[in-house]
Structures are given as C-alpha cells and as structure tokens.
C-alpha cells in the first residue's frame, strides 16, 4: 500500500472510527470531562471579538464543507446552480468564514500563549487543538490560490474529484485514486482536516456535540424520575 | 449502561406530561447526583472543637475523607437545658466553620524553621568542635554574631530544619541562659489556658520545671477586669449565656454580642420574647444596637459617669425616697454599705479614711484572731458596734465563721447591720472627695452624718456607714446642708442625670428612665437586671472606673448573685473549668513549689523599654486629697515600690542569677531556706543585691529566651508593638521619638543608650506563620485542633469539651505536648553536664487567697527601704523560696505525675484537701512509668489523652470525689453545709473518652461562685448570696469602698467618673514625625481597637475566604463626614501615625462610626498586603503600632486582702484605647511595597531616618 492509500484510503476511516468510538467512550466514563472548558471567565479581553470570529468562521466552513460536498451533484444542478457557480460560491463563502476563522483563531492561539492566566490553566492539548485547527484552516485558506485559478478558467474537474472522493468515503468506497491529480495543498490540507477528527475526542472539541439545540424545543419543566438502582 | 445508549432511547424520552404540555418526565439516568453526594460522603467523623479565645466553646463534627479533613459542622448533642429554656445549641459561627482552611493553606508551617543566618552560625560553631552549649555560648559572646541574626528578625530569611537540630538549640540556649543570667530571664508567653488546656501547660510545665517564668495574659490582654477582684476579690465569674434568658431587664454596653458571641447571642435575642427590655449602650451603630430597644449612643470612655448617673436614680428612688424592702436587706447583707468607715481630718473638712476594725476596741471586741483584719458595722438590734461573721480575719486562723450570715462574730448572736445613721447621727460634718471631671472642681464636699467613737487608743474618731459616704458622693441631698441635687435636671451637680448629659451625650431622660426601670424591675423580680459588658468599655486607662460604676449599680439593686441578675463581663475571659486539675500539671506543682509567675503588663512595659518614653506624669493622676507619699514617682516607679514591697511578682527577680544566690548563700553558711533568705535579706538591705527592676536596662537583666506558644504576642496583643521591635527583639522598627523621660525617674537606674535586641533566641511555636512566628528565631510546627487531644472549656456554657484528633499532625507537625516533651528531653540530656542538680531562689509576692493576703493591715503602705518597717519576707517584702532544680530529671519530671500531689495534696483558693486516691486511681487508668528513675511507678505523662484524663480526674468539677473533698472543707470554713450542692453527682466521674461521646455539664465545684443545677442557671455571685460564702473581700462583702492608701490617694476608694486618659503620643510631636505630617491634611482621632469577627488575639483574619471578601487585608473605619473633610475617600491608603508608630491601611467610610473616632478592628496582621509607611521608612505596621501600654498605680497593690497578687488575677492591665492618632491619607503613587533586597544599608537602618536612641 502506497502512502497515498494509506492516508486517503485507510486513514479517513481510522480517524472517523476513533472520533465515534472516542466520542462515545468517553461520554460514558468522562461525563465530567465532557465540557468546553472555557477561559474566559479567567480572561475575557478580546474574547467577544476573538471568541465570535473564530465560532461564526468555524461554523460556516463546516457546513458549507458538509453542504457543498454531501449534497448530491445533481442537486445542486437542479437548483440551477452550474459547477463553476458552485466553485465560486466555496470560493467566496470558504474565503469569508475562512478568514474569521483565521484571525479568529490565530487571536486565541496568541491569547493562549501570552495571557498568563489562561497559560496557567492550559494543557498541552488545548494548545496543540486551536493550534492545529489554525493550520488547518490556513491550509484551507491557502487552497484558494489554486482553486481561484480553476475557477477563472471555467476548470471544475478538481473540485468535483474532490466532492467525489469526500462522497466515496462517505458511501464506505473510498477511492484514493481520486485525488490522483490534485493539488498537494489540497491534500495537505484534507489530511489536518481529518486529523482533526482523529483528536477530537481527546480535546475539548468534544462540546460540538453538545451543542444545546434541543433547548429549542424543551418543555419548561423535566421530572426525572427517580429509580432505585439494586447494584 | 452506557449514558450514550440511554440517549438513544428517542422516541421513549418522554414519559408522560403534565400541566399541559409543559412539563414532562423522563427516566434519564441520574447517577451525575453521585459527585454532589460524593462532595459530602466521608470516611469518619471525630468531635473537636476550636482552641481560640472567642470563648464559643463550641462542638463541632470534623469531617474526614481519604485522610485529610474535608470540613466541619456543627454538633447538635448538647445534653438539653431545663424546661422553658432555649437549648444551646447550634453552636458555632463562621469562623469554626472555616478553619478546616488553614490545615493546608499556604499559611501552615510544615516544618520546623529556623533563621538561616543563624543556623550557620551555630552549625559553624558545632563544626570547631564545640558542644551545643559552648557552640551558643560562642554565638552570644561575641556582639558580632549575636547582632548578625538579631538585627535581620522579621526580614525573612528562614531555612528548612529538622526537630533534631532545633530541639537541641533552644535546650542549648535554655541552659546556657541558666547558667550565665538565671533561669528567671527565660520567659513563655501563652493565653488563655481554657482554650486548650493541654498545650497551655506543655509549655508551661516545661517552663516551671526548668524555672522558667510563665507569664501572665488576662491582664496584659487588659481583658482582665480591674474591678472584680478589687470588689468582689474574685478574677472574674460571670453566667453562662443561658442565664441572659432569666433576665427581665438588659442593658449591653461595650460587647458586640452577635460579633462577638456568635453562638450565644441568640440567648439575649430569645429574651426578648420573655419580655426582657434591652437597652444598648455603643458610640457606634454597632451590630447588637440592633435588637435593643433603647439605643444609648454614649461617647466613648464616658461610660461610667452614664452608670453614676443611673446609679443615683436608683439610689435616690430605692433607698433615700423610699426605703425598698429586697434591696435593703441584700445591701445590708452582701454589700459593705453597712461597714463603718473612719474619717480623717483634712484641714477643717475630712476625708474618708480606712474601715473601723475590730482591732480599734477595747480588748479587739473579743476577737484574739485577726482583729486588724475584721471590719465593723452597727448593730441596730444591740445599738451597738459589732464585727460581723465573714470579714477576710475570719478566713485564716479559725473556722466556721467566714460566712454571710448575719451573726457577731463574738458571741454568734442575730444582728441586723445598720446602712444608715442618718436618723441617730451625733453629728454632721464635711467631707472632700476627689473629682475628676474637665473643667470642674477637683473636690466635691460633701455633709454626711457621723458617730463619734471613743477608740481603745483613747481617741475620739468620727465614723460613718460607706452607705451614707456613698449616697453623698452620688450627689442626692439628703437635707444635710450642702445643697445637693434635689432634681435630676440639676446638671451643675456631678452623677445626676442631667450632669451626666454634659460628659455622655445620652439625653437625661433616657439615662433617668433606664436607671428607673433597671431598678424597678430588680425589685419586683428579686434582681433580675443585668449588665453585658466587654472589651469595649474594660481596655481604658480606668476600666475600674467603668466597671465599678456597674458594679454598684448592680449592688444598689440586688442583682449579683441572681439567676438572670448580674453583671457579665465577656472579654477574653474563658473559663478554666478543672483548673484545680490542671494547674498542677501545667506549672509542675506536682514536683516544684511554688512555680515562677509573672504579670506580663509590667514585664513589657519594662522590657521593652516603654517605660522610657511615659509621658503619663503619675502626680497628674493622683486625687486632690491625696496624702501621697510617693509624689514625683513615675509610673514606673510605683511598679519598682511594689515589687519591692512584695505586692507584683518580678522576672528577673534580682540583678544576679538565683542560683548563684543559693550558692553564695550556702557558702555564707545558709544550711535551709530560711539562712538563705537571712541572706538575701541582708544583701538586699545592704544594696549588694538589687532587684533587677531597679536596673532594668543592664543586661544581666534583659530577658533572654522567650517561648511564644498558642499566641501571636507581636501581632495582635502587642501594646507598643513598635517598642517590642525596638528594645525587646531589635528588629526594623518605627518608634517615631526618643525615649528619655525616664531620665527623671526617682526608682530606675538610667541608662543613656536603650538597649537593643535584648533576646538571644525567640522560638514560636505554631501551626500558622503570623508576624510572631516573621520575628523569631525559630518557628516549630504544631498540631492544629483537629490534629490533637485536648480539653476546652468556656463561662459560655458549663459543658467540658474536647479537642479530638481528626487526623493526625499534618506535615512534621507534633502537639504542643509532644513539642515540650521533645525539648526537655534534649535540655535533660545535656543539662546532665552542664548544669546538674541545683538550688534556684523563687521571690514570690503575697498571693491572693492565702494568708499571705493578711500581710499588711490597715492598707497602710509602709516602705522598708525608706526605714518605715523591716524587711520581713512575706510580710513586708516578697516571700524568698528555695527550689531544688533537678535539671537532668527534666523529661523524667515532665511525663509524670510528681510525688508532692501526695505529699502535699491539691487546693484551690485557699482549700486544701487530699489526693492520694485520685493518683492511685490514675496509676490504673494512665498505667505508670516503668524506666528506672525518679519518675517509676508514678502515673505517666506521656501521652496527650493521660494528660487529659489527670486533669479531669483531679479538678473538683469532673470528679465527684473531688468535688465532696473541697467542698467538705470549705464547709468547715465558712461553718456551713454545702454538700446538697454536689450530692447527686458524688460518685461521677468525667474521662476523656466521656466528653467525646457528648458534652458534659460540669459539678459544681468551690472553684467557682456559680452552681450547676435543673434549678437555676449558672450565675456569678450565686454561692456568695445563697451558700452565705463571703466574697474574697477584705469585709467579706461586695465593695463599694476600698480603704488602701493607694487607692484613695488615686481618689478611687469610691468609684467616681475619670474622663479617659491624655496618653500625649499625639500631641507635641517629636520633630522627624512633625516634618513628615506637615503640609498635609490630618485628622487627631481616638483610636479604637474593638474585637473583630475575624481575628481574636490568635484567631485570624488572613482567612482567604474573609480577604477576599472584604478588602484583602488591614483596613480602619472612619466617619463619613470627618474622612470627606480632609479628602479620603472609601478604599483610600490612609495612614494613622503618632510618636508611637504608625500603621498603614485601608479606610472604610461608615455612616456607622460617629465623630473623633477611628475603629481598626483587633488583630489584623502585617502579614497581608501591607505596604511601608513612608512616615517610618518600615513596614506599615499593626494595630498596636500606634498605641503605648500604660499602667496604674492602684492596680500594682498587694498584700491587703483582695488586693493581693494572683496570677492573671490583679495585677497591672495593659490598657490601650486612650490612645489618639493622627490619620492621613496616602495617595496611590506613595505606596511603596519595600520589595527591595536587604541591603547593607537597610539592615543597619533599624529606626526611622532621624531617630537615634
């Protein structure tokens, strides 16, 4: 196995296999590690502009990532929207939460190095996390340089290799063979978005799933009720 | 399962609703709640309780999880108070409920410290070969090295050390001090015994053996009232709070009870839905204002001419208007109004002299014992004088006639004693009495009737009841031709109503009708008034004053000695329930008699060269009819007459080292004690031998080793603590002026240049680093109260409480006992070379409550050294002891019970009785030592809860057998049957192990004037009116006069108002501290120190939880209108200065305090964020930084019945609140931390640039 098939063919399903089982183990044995561990509390200069950009950033690319790959092609054919206009759209939208999640985060990295609190009360991974979701979204970013130029040239071959390789592991057939042709920055950039997964539930990313959506819809008052347990 | 699975679980989430949709139930997995109730779960609970002075006493459950202690609550088991009765409990406040804190806070000493400088010293030493003891001898020798490590105290500089190292420097210094100045320049500082007793005596058994001085507390704390031994001969005895309950009428004036009181306030507040009237009397609005009905808002220090006032209401309405049955007929029988009183001439006036005696008549009255001592009333069923039963003559040398009952001593036949002789007078003439009110005459005269009486000397001498030398002192016209007040509106007469108006600011009207109602109320209940006081009124110059004002009020109305009547007097003033138990253990008189006591107050004022700088001239303090013989002395001075006249204790007794007495004696040719006291008496009279007072700054005199235990002397009860800095330990200090009016003093040598850094080595004992603990030499690491076995007891409540090993001793942390035990093991072994067996002189005053108190009759004061009597030891000059001193038996004599308790047996005031069965008794349930030895087969000691159990198995009030030995016979003296007072408890006996289970109620014991009962609460006085025992008193009876010489040149033989004293460290300010202040906007106010919430003496307001709170460290209150005036505002750096020192902190603006006061609460540390005071150059100090102890006369008397030394009995009170300052504000930018490093230049800087001397 080539090491091209090994970090685009087995390695997405490693990493997806350790985020859902991590997630899952540690949700059962770590309740009370299953938290955001925020800092602010600690230190909240900056934080309403940092904080926001960073979240607002990171929201829109997942989705739009989530979105713009998942969805079938046809789908978007059928809104009428033409590969190059879908190009375009991931250009600008990816360019504008990308960039508020760069300064965003890049804000957070200097914040969690230099603010002393916040430094005291840091672990090696709530660094190495935001520094690496920075990365990841700088090598996201740096994709544009290339996909601009392919966009200007009405070229939309790499884009849909993309969302068919992204759609292979999703259908559990992947084909690395794929991304045979594509840019290493993209690449580069595909392999830290997955390991991002892969850290995830060793990190406080783990609140992502936690995300209070269901407060939505709660009734004003829950009975929970008691059960005597015989162990 | 699995907390994911049973999320997934969709569609039967929602069980059932209700309310429409609004509410629903699921089964979701609760097993989250676990980690709250896990917060909670814990592996045991053990009972202990907190040793500080806040006297709560309190019972607490300590909470033990995975080894540490994880919290406390309150324990609920209190044994139940008697129908209609509030129960005691919950117990406990806040700061019992935060001390689990310290036990891991950065605060805790883990390990014993020592100063680094130091330490090389001594190691560097060791290494040339020397011994301990040399290897210290070579430190001390050499000024040099002494000066290295003294000089840098209170700078930091501790280093780790280890128990070994430690133990055997202090023994090293121990003995050395020993054996080059005396074992009496060795001194230990430890409060309040009842707080916990055990480690109070591990110190202080070490210290009586070695022949250590243990100095005195109550007195220093200045908690000690005067007034109550002076009046009723008794330290102090007050009602348990419960008894507040039984009150119909309350007047609270200078204790802040929910403060202060935490746990018993309830008791005052329950009264009220009694129907007990409460009347507050504070400057401020204080917290207990509150609850009262009536608030007195009376300025501060005038609070006794605000009693006079009263006192002349209820005197005039009760017993001059009309003549109330129950009020007469106790006066007549517990008070001394009845007592006849000789007048003197004085020009064409008189003065009132001393009591009549039995001694004054022909053939003494029929009295062969004691006549001098036995005073005399008139018999209005015989028309005659007679010597009642119960006068202090009747005491010693006779039994079954010291009592209350109303009998002729002579012939035992009923008498009623005349208060009056208004009705049969022979005659009418004026008396002078002395006045002290500003701006008003200096004497009052005043008519009173008389009797002329033909004396055995074949004089004619007039004579008159106290009772009508009294009512005219009051100023209530009687008809006698002087004019006096006829109406409370005559403000022109001094105590009526409207007078009192003028110096309290209390409207008359209210001061009238409380006076009134207070006595109204006393006589349709039979004296249930009663008077809370504290710290707030007792720590002026003439707390005596205050406290007598009370006093008589309370005597006017028949309240002391009543359930629910009384005064109660809450100041630091625990209860040592066993003390008969325990005071042979912790001064070691089961092997040595008599132990060394000192009173601290004049020990400091002394040695820490205060008396240097007094600038309180005693002649201004005299009356105006005072024959004083002394004018011209200084204050100090009247403290070296009293020593020399064996009134107060001294340490260092003489100007050479007591076992170089003996042995010079011996080789004199002294073969027993008495040859050595011949000796000494000759050396003495001769001047070769001088008491060490007398030479005070010389250094054979300096004290050299001081023990700090269970206290923190120099940050809290410090008076002059910037003077301790100076001249005691010789650290940085911010005294702001030169001491040299001690120049003129007419007793002391005067030395030129005050000595500095008079300790060799300061050792602090532990478990908390506070400013004490920065100024030492080496810090130990102690047990805290949840860490040891120990007993604590409290006048709160009657119950006996243990302190409970909850885990134990953190880190290298030992018990005191264990920490004293290991001390004198080491001193032991190196004694044996050093030191041997030897021979010590103990210079011990008359004490009280022996017949030593029969010393000097008539209160005459006569002064061997100016000719006016011979030197006789224990009569007219201290009492000359040789003690053994078996050095090298130390440890040996510290872990076991001594042979003397069989020997000699036990007593307590005054009773003796036997206690071969109680040691027989403990040999079986301690075990006995079994090592070879002086100590084998004796009970043993070695163990913190045998301690326990010897005390409470020889203390009257936890031993049933005890209890029926003492009071058996004191039955035998006063002639009366007590035993109903502890039949049903005879066979009782309280262990250690018993009080762990619950709280025991304690029997009722001689000890004490109270009783324990389901009848009555316990009550101060009760014995005295119920069992007839007299008080302590020269008469027998509560005083209104007191007839020393002393005491009424200070015009004080009848209590009067004295406005509170000009200490002057305020006003002509020494030049440096003159051109610091100038330009700036400042305020003079009086400063005053109350007792804080947070921090007693050695409880603490470093809490983290109570900085973070409020403020974050040291802070005083001031006006609101005054601190706008000159430009502070709330949270200001202000610093309040005077010739003293100063202290640096933060300002809290209150509409609460009133004007010309600044309220810094006790306690508050320069260990929290402190910054330096730019006035001194030096850290910005402590509360006591800006005050000076002063001392009084009147209390360094002794010898004369009641007025004879004790310790922590009389003696000198350290007062404080005099004191004025001067406030300031510090501006942000100005705040310099002194964070530099030690320079040179700095270390050698010790005083504030400009101070020389």
Known sequence: MSLHDLVFGAYPYLAGAIFLLGSWIRFDREQYTWKADSSQLLSNKNMRLASNLFHVGILGIFFGHAGGMLLPHSWFLAMGISDVGHQYIAIYAGGIFGVMCLIGAAMLVYRRVTNVRVKAVSRNRDTFVIAWLLATVALGLSTLLVSTGHAAHGDVSEMIALTEYVKSIATLSVDPSLLKDVSPIFKTHMFFGMTVFLIFPFTRLVHVWSVPVTYLTRAYQIVRVKRIRMN | ?1253
Not at chain 2, 405 to 418: H, R, V, Y
Not at chain 2, 508 to 533: C, H, P, W, Y
Not at chain 2, 940 to 947: G, I, K, M, P, T
Request: net charge negative; with cysteine; charged share 25%.
């Open chain 2, 1 to 1253: 399962m699995s907390h994911f699975l049973d999320r997934l679980k969709y569609f039967k989430k929602v069980e059932s609703t209700y309310s429409g949709g609004h509410g629903i139930v699921t089964s979701e997995d609760r097993q989250w709640e676990d980690t709250y109730r896990n917060r909670w779960r814990h592996d045991k609970v053990v009972r202990s309780t907190h040793g500080v002075n806040c006297t709560g006493g309190c019972s607490w459950k300590i909470y033990v999880k995975n080894g540490l202690v994880a919290y406390e609550m309150q324990q609920t088991d209190y044994p139940r108070t008697r129908d209609d009765m509030p129960n005691h409990e919950p117990r406990g406040c806040q700061r019992g409920a935060s001390f689990s804190w310290y036990l891991y806070s950065p605060h805790r000493i883990k390990y014993p410290l020592v100063r680094g400088r130091m330490v090389d010293l001594y190691r560097k030493e060791k290494a040339s070969g020397k011994d301990p003891v040399a290897a210290w001898e070579a430190i001390q020798s050499d000024p040099e090295k002494r000066k290295k490590y003294t000089a840098v105290r209170g700078l930091g500089g501790f280093v780790r050390a280890d128990w070994e190292e430690m133990t055997e420097i202090i023994a090293a210094a121990n003995i050395y001090t020993i054996k080059k100045w005396g074992p009496d320049r060795i001194y230990g500082f430890s409060p309040i015994p009842a707080m916990s007793m055990i480690s109070y005596a591990a110190g202080s058994r070490y210290l009586s053996l070695i022949g250590g001085a243990c100095g005195s507390f109550y007195d220093w704390y200045c908690d000690l009232p005067a007034a109550s031994p002076q009046v009723w001969g008794e330290q102090t005895d007050v009602p348990e709070a419960a008894d507040w309950y039984n009150s119909k009428y309350l007047i609270v004036c200078g204790a802040n009870l929910p403060m202060t009181r935490t746990p018993d306030a309830h008791f005052a507040i329950e009264s009220r839905y009694n129907g007990t009237k409460v009347v507050s009397m504070a400057p401020d609005y204080a917290e207990y204002v509150k609850f009262a009905d009536l608030w007195m808002p009376v300025k501060q220090g005038t609070d006794s001419a605000a009693f006079m006032a009263m006192g002349h209401v209820a005197l005039k309405e009760f017993h001059i208007n009309k003549q109330d049955p129950y009020f007469t007929e106790y006066t007549r029988k517990y008070t001394d109004l009845p007592m006849q009183i000789m007048l003197e001439k004085n020009g064409d006036r008189y003065v009132s002299g001393r009591f009549l005696r039995a001694s004054d008549f022909d053939k003494n009255m029929g009295e062969t014992n004691n006549p001098e001592w036995k005073t005399v009333v008139y018999d209005a069923k015989s028309n005659a004088f007679v010597v009642p039963n119960g006068s202090v003559g009747f005491r010693w040398g006779e039994e079954g006639k010291w009592n209350l009952l109303e009998k002729s001593g002579a012939d035992q036949s009923e008498i009623e004693a005349e208060l009056s002789c208004v009705d049969s007078k022979d005659e009418v003439v004026a008396v002078d009495f002395p006045h002290f009110t500003p701006d008003e005459s200096d004497t009052l005269t005043r008519n009173i009737p008389v009797r002329k009486l033909k004396l055995a000397s074949g004089e004619e001498e007039l004579v008159c009841s106290v009772f009508d030398l009294q009512v005219a002192q009051y100023g209530i016209d009687r008809g006698l031709g002087d004019n006096l007040a006829t109406s409370y509106d005559d403000e022109n007469v001094p105590y009526t109503p409207a007078w009192a108006e003028k110096v309290t600011g209390v409207k008359r009207a209210d001061l009238e009708r409380t006076g009134r109602e207070f006595a109204q109320n006393a006589s349709d209940t039979k004296g249930k008034s009663m008077v809370i006081m504290g710290a707030a009124i007792n720590h002026w110059y003439h707390n005596d004053m205050g406290y007598r004002s009370i006093m008589n009020l309370l005597h006017i109305c028949g309240c002391v000695g009543q359930s629910g009547g009384g005064w109660a007097h809450y100041v630091g003033q625990e209860k040592l329930r066993p003390q008969a138990g325990w005071a042979p253990i912790a001064f070691g008189l089961d092997w040595n008699r008599p132990p060394r006591h000192m009173n601290s107050t004049t020990y400091w004022y002394f040695h820490t060269d205060q008396w240097r700088y007094e600038k309180v001239d005693a002649d201004d303090v005299l009356g105006s009819t005072a024959k004083a013989k002394y004018r011209g002395h200084q204050i100090g001075d009247y403290n070296v007459v009293s020593q020399r006249l064996g009134w107060l204790p001294s340490a260092p007794h003489f100007n050479k080292n007591p076992l170089d007495i003996v042995k010079e004696a011996e080789a004199a040719g002294a073969t027993d004690e008495a040859g050595v006291s011949k000796y000494l008496v000759d050396q003495l009279k001769s001047g070769d031998t001088a008491f060490a007072i007398e030479d005070i700054d010389a250094e054979e005199n300096f004290p050299r080793n001081l023990f700090v235990w269970r206290a923190n002397l120099l940050g809290c009860s410090a008076k002059g603590h910037e003077y301790f800095l100076k001249h005691l330990v010789g650290a940085q200090n911010g005294v702001m002026q030169e001491g040299v009016a001690g120049k003129d003093s007419k007793e002391i040598k005067w030395r030129e240049e005050a000595p500095v850094g008079k300790l060799d080595l300061m050792v602090d004992i532990n478990f908390r680093l506070n400013s004490t603990g920065a100024y030492s030499d080496i810090i130990l690491p102690t047990a805290t109260w949840y860490e040891k076995a120990d007993l604590n007891t409290t006048d709160m409540h009657p119950f006996v409480h243990p302190l409970g090993k909850a885990v134990d001793p953190a880190f290298e942390s030992k018990s005191d006992w264990q920490i004293f035990q290991a001390i004198a093991k080491k001193f032991s072994e190196l004694s044996e070379e050093h030191l041997g067996t030897q021979k010590d002189l103990v210079s011990l005053p008359m004490q009280h409550d022996t017949p030593m108190a029969l010393a000097q009759p008539f209160g005459e004061v006569k002064d061997w050294k100016k000719g006016e009597c011979d030197l006789i030891p224990g009569k007219t000059a201290p009492l000359f002891k040789v003690v053994e001193r078996d050095f090298p038996n130390t440890y040996k004599k510290f872990t076991s019970v001594g042979p003397l308790m069989n020997k000699l047996g036990n007593n307590i005031k005054g009773i003796d009785w036997n206690t071969d069965l109680e040691i027989e008794q403990l040999c079986k349930l301690n075990g006995v030592i079994t090592d070879e030895g002086i100590s084998k087969g004796r009970p043993q000691l070695v163990e913190d809860v045998a301690v326990c159990d010897t005390v409470l198995q020889m203390a009257p009030e936890t031993n049933g057998e005890v209890a029926h030995k003492s009071w058996s016979a004191l039955s035998k003296k006063t002639g009366v049957d007590h035993s109903h007072l502890y039949e049903g408890r005879h066979e009782e006996k309280i262990r250690y192990h018993d009080i762990v289970a619950q709280p025991r109620k304690i029997i009722t014991a001689p000890t004490w004037s109270g009783i324990e009962s389901e009848e009555v609460s316990y009550n101060a006085g009760y014995t005295n009116i119920h069992e007839h025992i007299p008080f302590r008193t020269l008469t027998g009876r509560a005083s209104f006069y007191l007839d020393h010489e002393w005491m009424r040149d200070f015009g004080e033989g009848l209590c009067c108002y004295r406005p509170p004293q000009d200490l002057g460290a305020h006003k002509n300010l020494p030049k440096e501290l003159a051109g610091k202040l100038k330009g700036k906007k400042t305020l003079t106010l009086n400063w005053i120190t109350p007792h804080s919430k947070w921090g007693i003496h050695s409880s603490y307001q470093d809490n983290l939880r109570m900085l973070t709170l409020f403020r974050g460290g040291p802070y005083f209150w001031l006006n609101e209108d005054e601190a706008k005036s000159i430009g502070i505002k709330d949270n200001d750096w202000v610093e309040a200065v005077n010739a003293n020192g100063a202290t640096v902190a933060r300002v809290v603006i209150s509409q609460r305090v009133p004007e010309g006061m600044a309220i810094m609460y006790h306690a508050q540390e320069k260990n929290v964020n402190v910054p330096g005071s730019n006035t001194t150059g030096k850290r910005g100090g402590i509360l006591n930084s800006v005050t000076k102890v002063i001392m009084k006369p009147t209390n360094m008397i002794g010898g004369y019945a009641q007025l004879s030394y004790s310790f922590n009995y009389y003696g000198t009170v350290g007062s404080q609140r005099d004191e004025h300052v001067i406030v300031h504000k510090i501006e942000d930018a100005d705040v310099n931390w002194l964070e530099g490093d030690l320079t040179p230049q700095r270390e050698a800087q010790l005083n504030p640039p400009g101070i020389n001397n």
